[in-house]
Every structure is written in C-alpha cells, then in structure tokens.
C-alpha cells in the first residue's frame, strides 16, 4: 500500500540544484507539490517559520550567486534579519532553494542529496545527477 506523503518543494527549475532535488522526491515515488517561489513567493510569516524549522539565520538562507546581493549591499553585517527579510520579499530570487518540507523536517537542500535525510520512503532505484555524479544505487541506497 502506497501512503501519500505530503511534502513540498519551493523549487526554481532553472537551477540544477533544484532540479536534482525535485527528480529525487520523485524517484521515491512521491510527487511532491511544487512551488516555483520566483512566481508564487512565500509570504513573510511563512519564510520566517520555513527558516526558523530549518534550524538557520536568515542570513544563511540569502542566496548570492547570480542575485543582486552584491548590488543591494547585503554583505553588510549590520545588517539585521528583517532587512534582509525585506529583501528577500522584494527579490524572491535571494531565496536561497531548494527548500524542502517534509513530515521528517524542514531543509535547504544543498547539496540536492540533503533531501534523501526527509523522505519517509526510500529511493526506488539508481539515481544520478544531472552532471552523472550517482547519488543512489541500483538498491536504493545512497552512495
């Protein structure tokens, strides 16, 4: 018998992270609800608590590469964490993802394998990467 597994993935599929992520949850037999964040951003209560079960600063959930961090002077350490809350509201892109809820927790996951640490049902076969690093064997299990 197969139980539904609720979990959610705020996912930006122009990211191989993101990807690689998502095609796990899959290859469990789950199809996860997915958000694409960019077009449907979390509120800000709801980025608060994502972040707050995840166990991080905000500060560790701003995403650098290839956003306007450096533009926006983010870096700056004084910087407190509802202003970066703020900016992250206003460029859902500093989102760092995927993030991952699950009934097993909440993570970043980054690398994408962080994900086989929350999903309540095994992998369902071999897995590789996009770039062909394998992440799961033919059993299931991760390598």
Known sequence: MNNPVDIVIYHNPACGTSRNTLAMIRN????????????????RALL?????????SVREVVREKGTPFAELGLSDPDLTEEQLLDAMLEHPILINRPIVVSPLGVRLCRPSETVL?????GQQGAFAKEDGEV?????GRRV
């Open 117 to 121: 640490d929350i999903l309540p049902q």
């Open 28 to 43: 469990a037999g789950v199809e996860p609800h997915v958000i694409e964040y960019l077009k449907t951003p979390p509120s």
């Open 135 to 139: 992440v799961v064997d033919a059993n």
């Open 48 to 56: 608060q608590q994502l972040i707050a079960r995840m166990g991080l």
